[in-house]
């Protein structure tokens, strides 16, 4: 396709038709910023919330705050910005004017089930409302945009004749609508069946330049049929970043085009959209994360992908650990004044026997005391990071009462206690699933690191048992909401979930990219002195334990001199930074334990 092909326009729909159907509540600020990161992407188009009953949408009921926040009203004195605001009524449409809005959108139903259901109306009296709102709408000065719903199939009445499509276009056009945008709501449609209604439309005399595409991608065909919408000469394409969408009166659509896959299939093309497309992707990668869900743009994760290897920091040679022990299923290998503790049973998944958790909790107990160790990591061998306790016949405490829950409980609270206290950073390196003890142990660790296949699933609860030694950990790291949920349902818990909640540090793409990723973590912990890390640690603790509380003064306090003093690592450290020079605090640990020997 040569670069001069026409240009087309692309409708940014995500912040209306993209949250709507989202039930988690999206606060305004993350609906403006989104607003605001579409803009500077290049979207010159963008649709930003409807004016609609809170009873009936509850997302957009913020529709007011959003449209008069004054950043908004700046974005609306920018002559080559279109911002469109969907409007159901006469009340809505006073709402928007009220508001400053410039340009609205109406919208019917081709079919008549989808019409009781969405707008509580036939198709006739969905017509007459929609044009007397464009009639006082172009009246009052506002442009005005047609939507026509359903344009190939119904959910309720089956397939819809394009006859019926024609006659709802015609009378928006005929409205004084500048544009009619084609809903493919179900996502049902197919290259033929898009290139049958618009030269169905065309032939009926309807301008193809008045046309617009609005396709689902229920059946993955939404991408395809953008494109032979364009070959047949449609110029107007709306879509939503990271495919977000989806309506609540079309039960099993799915989310709308993604903007990422289109603006990807158009520049490769050479046809211009105007968009930034790195840009554009950060975006849908960002507004994901605030709203907990998965990325549907296909160019969006793999363009994200490929720019996260691409930035990666050079590589440096790996660190050379040496093995230290291997007993009890359990590896200890050495790298300066880093420990790495391997959960070697990869055939069990990790699971903890006895033998393990006693070597686990010596090995951190001896270390926690040693001057000549600064961290501890935590990592398994397999597939699996630990899939809690062992649960195999004639090894599982459970169900054995007396003696032996005693002694499996000991076991497990001194395991977790010791870690937590531990004055040395912990880290645990997720190779894999967790589950159940697995689970604590890693959030018994100060910092997380995971393979994107890793998830950890409280899993207890399908066996008829609790998440007990291990919730104090899980609670205080999660949030409370957060924990109730995930022990109530048992279910998975994504890597990219964890990861944006702060829960985890970095995800890593596999296990070879885990290894470097703790390797440049750890060569980035050696600007950190471990007086500093441990009495960063406790400042947490008392926070936790003593938030507002005298105990959690008293600690400041004497943290505050501890850290004064002149012969601690503050001291050295103040003195390099006076002389222009960074410290390798790896370096000054080893020197310093090696001269007291």
Same mark, same amino acid.
């Given at each position: ?23 988690? @509540?999206?606060?305004? =600020?993350?609906? *403006?910023?989104?607003?605001?990161? &579409?803009?500077? $992407? /290049?979207?010159?188009?963008?649709? !930003? ?109 089956? @397939?819809?004749?394009? =006859?019926?499509? *024609?006659?709802?276009?015609?009378? &928006?056009?005929? $409205? /004084?609508?500048?544009?009619?945008? !084609? ?415």
């Amino acid at each position: 396709m040569p670069s001069s092909s026409p240009a087309v326009r692309i409708v940014e729909v995500g912040p209306r038709d993209g949250l709507q159907n989202i039930s988690t @509540p999206i606060s305004t =600020a993350t609906k *403006l910023e989104l607003i605001h990161r &579409l803009e500077k $992407a /290049g979207l010159q188009t963008i649709e !930003l919330t409807s004016v609609v009953s809170p009873r009936r949408i509850p997302q957009l009921a913020d529709c007011r705050d959003l449209l008069q926040h004054s950043s908004v009203q700046d974005l609306a004195k920018d002559p080559k910005l279109r911002l469109p605001v969907l409007v159901p009524n006469l009340k809505g449409l006073e709402i928007a004017r009220s508001s400053g809005v410039k340009d609205i959108a109406v919208f019917i139903s081709a079919a008549e089930g989808f019409s009781r259901a969405n707008i509580n109306c036939t198709v006739e009296q969905g017509l007459e409302r929609a044009k007397e709102v464009a009639f006082q709408a172009i009246k009052a000065g506002l442009a005005v945009r047609g939507y026509v719903s359903c344009i190939f199939a119904d959910p309720y009445d089956g @397939p819809t004749p394009p =006859a019926a499509v *024609l006659r709802c276009v015609r009378a &928006l056009l005929d $409205a /004084g609508c500048y544009e009619v945008s !084609l809903g493919d709501t179900l996502g049902v449609g197919s290259p033929a069946s898009v290139r049958s209604l618009v030269q169905y439309l065309t032939d009926a005399g309807v301008p193809v330049s008045s046309l617009a595409g609005h396709f689902h991608d229920t059946y993955g065909q939404a991408v395809a049929n953008v494109w032979e919408a364009y070959t047949c000469g449609v110029r107007v394409f709306d879509s939503s970043v990271a495919g977000l969408g989806g309506c609540p009166f079309a039960p099993g659509a799915k989310g709308n085009v993604a903007t990422e896959d289109v603006a990807y299939m158009f520049q490769d093309a050479g046809v211009e959209t105007g968009i930034d497309l790195s840009s554009l992707v950060e975006t849908g990668v960002w507004i994901s994360k605030q709203i907990l869900g998965a990325n549907s743009s296909r160019a969006g994760v793999a363009l994200a992908g490929k720019a996260a290897r691409t930035a990666r920091p050079t590589k440096f040679p790996a660190l050379q650990w040496t093995l230290a022990i291997d007993a009890d299923g359990i590896q200890l290998y050495r790298n300066g004044v880093n420990l790495k503790v391997v959960l070697n049973r990869s055939r069990n998944g990790n699971a903890l026997t006895a033998a393990m958790i006693a070597q686990l909790t010596s090995l951190v107990a001896s270390a926690s005391s040693d001057p000549a160790v600064s961290r501890i990591i935590i990592t398994g061998s397999g597939r699996f990071f630990c899939t809690g306790m062992d649960l195999g016949k004639g090894s599982t405490p459970v169900a054995q009462g007396g003696s032996s829950s005693e002694a499996q409980f000991k076991r497990l609270t001194e395991l977790f206690d010791v870690i937590d206290r531990c004055p040395k950073v912990t880290i645990a390196c997720l190779n894999g699933p967790a589950f159940g003890g697995g689970v604590g142990l890693a959030f018994a660790c100060d910092i997380r690191l995971c393979a994107r296949s890793a998830t950890v699933t409280l899993s207890e609860g399908k066996l008829g048992l609790c998440p007990a030694t291990i919730s104090k950990y899980v609670i205080r790291e999660w949030g409370v909401a957060f924990a109730r949920e995930a022990m109530l349902s048992a279910r998975p818990v994504k890597a990219e979930q964890l990861h944006s909640l702060g829960l985890v540090a970095e995800i890593a793409e596999n296990a070879e990219d885990l290894h470097q990723r703790l390797d440049a973590l750890l060569v980035r912990l050696r600007q950190v002195s471990p007086g500093a890390s441990r009495m960063s640690k406790e400042l947490v603790k008392l926070a936790w334990a003593h938030a507002g509380k005298e105990q959690q003064a008293e600690g400041i306090k004497s943290l505050f001199y501890e850290m004064m003093r002149p012969d601690g690592d503050g001291a050295h450290g103040v003195r390099e930074f006076q002389s222009g020079r960074k410290v390798d605090w790896d370096a000054y640990i080893q020197k310093a334990t090696k001269a007291k020997l």
